[in-house]
């Protein structure tokens, strides 16, 4: 059974820096197949795709945050984690990590199979 | 960049059947995702590629996809149904959502 779960503050100062951590269980962020992703929903609001990294270490943002963010993993604790810097209160969202899927044999069949419990981050000094 | 449109909300009654569109240009030539969120919950997958369901959902939810517009179908709606629901494409490397549809059931 695959698991992901969010770590990190809850509440982050105007300008500083958003750190967050999904940890996995049940597979492993090493493997190939699956893109590691972040998503977040601001409150009251829809699902914003804010980016996803591969197994090998590419990266792909969404253009409106892509100057500001920074997705990594670290393999050997099965984690990957979100920076997302210069925040505002418009950065005040649920984020949620989530597993990206392809089914194999097409080339843009993709969606997202498990997600995490999502957590809320405040940004206000 | 990709645009999905959705309806902001969709009524249905109990054991009737309720479509939710999805709509983006050539929609049909990609493939559609789509997902269910209840208040405070985590999104859960109902529908990938279009018409496949995952394992665990139930057979009254399905989906297709041609031309411009995807569609979610549910089939005896019932209250448990009622949730938000978002669509979702991959497109250029990326990935899109819809804005939402909430569901009521009524």
């Known amino acids: 059974q695959v698991q992901l779960q969010e770590s990190g503050p809850g509440l982050v100062k105007p300008s500083q820096t958003l750190s967050l951590t999904c940890t996995v269980s049940g597979a492993s962020v090493s493997s190939g197949g699956y893109y590691w992703s972040w998503i977040r929903q601001h409150p009251g609001k829809g699902l914003e795709w804010i980016g996803y990294m591969y197994y090998s270490g590419s990266t792909n943002y969404s253009p409106s945050l892509q100057s500001r963010l920074s997705i990594s993993v670290d393999t050997s604790k099965n984690q990957f984690s979100l920076k997302l810097s210069s925040v505002t209160a418009a950065d005040t969202a649920v984020y949620y990590c989530?597993?990206?899927?392809?089914?194999?044999?097409?080339?843009?069949?993709?969606?997202?199979?498990?997600w995490g419990q999502g957590t809320l981050v405040t940004v206000s000094s | 960049s990709y645009e999905l449109t959705q309806p902001p909300s969709v009524s249905v009654s109990p054991g009737q059947t309720a479509s939710i569109s999805c709509s983006g240009e050539?929609?049909?030539?990609?493939?559609a995702s789509w997902y269910q969120q209840k208040p405070g919950q985590s999104p859960v997958l109902v529908i990938y590629q279009d018409d496949k369901r995952p394992s665990g959902i139930p057979e009254r939810f399905s989906g297709s996809n041609s031309g411009n517009t995807a569609t979610l179908t549910i089939s005896g709606t019932q209250a448990m149904d009622e949730a938000d629901y978002y669509c979702q494409a991959w497109d250029s490397s990326t990935v899109v959502f819809g804005g939402g549809t909430k569901l009521t059931v009524l």
């Open positions: 989530a597993r990206l899927s392809r089914v194999a044999g097409t080339e843009t069949s993709y969606y997202f199979d498990y």
């Open positions: 050539k929609l049909g030539h990609k493939y």
